[in-house]
């Protein structure tokens, strides 16, 4: 959904936005205009929703939406003090679909949205999977690449989003020469729309649709938070599920992208580094308010020799290991050295069924017709 807001406010402006970006809704630093731009810049776009900011001008704001709302086919949403039976009426009648009270812009509009889904029959927003490794060679990567190869099989199509900004090896393992970056986005983030976000992936023949990371060091310097938040909130708008690939840094854009997860697949392996450090950030992930019901703990590459039992790695973690995906380097590196997601390069070997079981296990929707 393509979502503008008219306002003269700017603190208002600022929440209203975030709004609308989290719960998946197209809206570019680009389409937050002030009243005396909204006619003209309006007049030919395309707009799913409006947001209109009443205060501080109440009576020039009705003014613009009383011509918006003559000229245009869409949905105002209208943020004004709550105290004014009076003003509340003239605003319906100018053309407000919902009059919400500016006091809690927050909760109302995001009620407001929930109730504008229920209205127009529209989707869900897509379901975010977050992979994250506490210690490298975990095979996350791997796992991410391949998790998401069974969700778009089984769904069609899945956005894959590279965010281990200085490693990141997705490309490779699924064979793709992108063009566009995260990095290129994140220096256009006032201009970035769905057009762009959709022509800054790279498609994988499964379905799969990867942003890339920077290409050099470098370029991560222009990672924003902004930037990967509104390209988060258009993935989540254009494809049922977002597979996100972490590292293990927990540094702000990773918080992020933990912040927003639906489940998070904590992978490790079961010697001792490794389950003390899955220990260490499952503690972490609570400091950080995470609730641990989104968190399942996944042993990548399990039955190698003189690994910790798993009985022993569940009471140092203090949680139940959900899933466990065996040990197969022969046939893993031969997938990963091919450019294949291991899924469909040998989808009757063991890996690859564990793998699809486990995908299926988190996609929390029917599989498409």
Do not use: W
């Not at 209109?52 to 086919?73: C, H, K, W, Y």
């Not at 490693?167 to 393992?173: H, K």
């Not at 040998?346 to 079981?357: E, F, I, L, Q, R």
Request: net charge neutral; glycine share 6%.
């Amino acid at each position: 959904m393509h979502a503008f807001i008219v306002s003269d406010h700017e603190p208002t402006s600022t929440q209203v936005r975030e709004v609308l970006l989290r719960e998946g809704l197209d809206c570019p630093a680009s389409h937050v205009l002030a009243l005396d731009q909204a006619v003209e810049k309006l007049g030919g776009a395309q707009a799913d929703v409006v947001v209109m900011v009443l205060s501080p001008a109440v009576e020039r704001a009705l003014g613009v939406l009383r011509q918006l709302n003559g000229t245009m086919q869409t949905r105002f949403l209208t943020l004004g003090p709550a105290s004014e039976p009076k003003l509340i009426l003239q605003a319906l009648r100018d053309g407000a679909h919902q009059y919400l009270d500016e006091a809690d812009p927050v909760s109302e509009l995001t009620a407001a949205l929930k109730r504008l889904r229920t209205e127009t029959g529209q989707v869900e927003t897509g379901r975010v999977i977050a992979v994250l490794a506490p210690s490298g060679g975990s095979g996350s990567s791997t796992l991410a690449a391949n998790v998401a190869t069974v969700l778009a099989s089984k769904h069609r199509s899945c956005a894959l989003l590279d965010l281990k900004l200085a490693t990141g090896d997705l490309a490779a393992l699924l064979d793709l020469k992108p063009t566009h970056t995260l990095a290129d986005l994140c220096q256009n983030v006032a201009r970035l729309d769905r057009v762009m976000f959709e022509r800054s992936l790279v498609r994988h023949k499964s379905g799969v649709h990867l942003l890339a990371p920077p290409r050099s060091l470098n370029d991560i310097n222009f990672v924003t938070q902004e930037g990967i938040q509104q390209s988060l909130n258009l993935a989540r708008l254009l494809f049922p599920y977002v597979v996100l690939d972490l590292d293990h840094s927990f540094r702000e854009e990773q918080l992020l992208g933990l912040r927003e997860a639906d489940v998070i697949l904590l992978v490790l392996r079961l010697d001792f580094t490794c389950v003390r450090n899955g220990r260490r950030a499952l503690d972490h992930l609570e400091r950080l308010g995470i609730d641990k019901k989104r968190i399942q703990i996944v042993v990548n590459r399990y039955g190698q020799p003189k690994e910790v039992p798993a009985a022993k790695a569940e009471e140092a973690l203090g949680v139940k290991i959900l899933h466990y995906i065996p040990d197969d380097p022969k046939t893993v590196n031969r997938a990963n050295n091919n450019g294949v997601p291991v899924v469909l390069e040998a989808p009757s070997a063991t890996v690859s069924k564990n793998v699809t079981k486990l995908a299926i296990s988190v996609n929390g929707r029917h599989t498409a017709g």
